[in-house]
């Protein structure tokens, strides 16, 4: 009797493992105008728009860059959805038998880069010069 309670519930941790569920984390980040280079929490993840997995919600620290446009040096939240909280979390990524895919995106809009007039250059120098000399 004892023998074959243990393989039922033997049997059932097997079929629970094979059933088990995941969750599948995306972020795709959008630029206007494409063609960005995107950096992620210090690590280049590739040109606008470019799509990513990620292991974890909260905060993120991005930076855009492209020529002809201003570098964006921004921070954006990932919120923790609902079946990422306990006890949900259990059911989502060990009970569900299917696939659960948060997908998330964020667009920015890059500002062109506005160059100095040549005035606007001979007079930061004539004030910092002026600063140097006693």
């Not at 860059?65 to 006890?87: F, Q, V």
């Amino acid at each position: 009797m004892v023998k074959r309670c243990v393989v039922v519930v033997a049997a059932v941790c097997g079929v629970l493992v094979l059933l088990a569920g995941c969750v599948e984390r995306k972020l795709t980040i959008n630029t206007e105008p494409s063609g960005a280079k995107v950096i992620l929490n210090d690590q280049e993840i590739g040109v606008s728009p470019v799509t990513v997995s990620f292991n974890w919600y909260g905060d993120y620290w991005v930076r855009i860059s492209k020529d002809g446009y201003e570098t964006l040096d921004t921070h954006r939240r990932l919120p923790r959805p609902l079946h990422d909280r306990m006890p949900l979390d259990f059911v989502a990524q060990i009970l569900y038998p299917g696939t659960i895919v948060d997908a998330y995106e964020w667009t920015f809009d890059l500002a062109p880069k506005v160059y100095p007039t040549r005035e606007q250059l001979l007079d930061n120098a004539q004030t910092l010069q002026s600063r140097l000399e006693p």
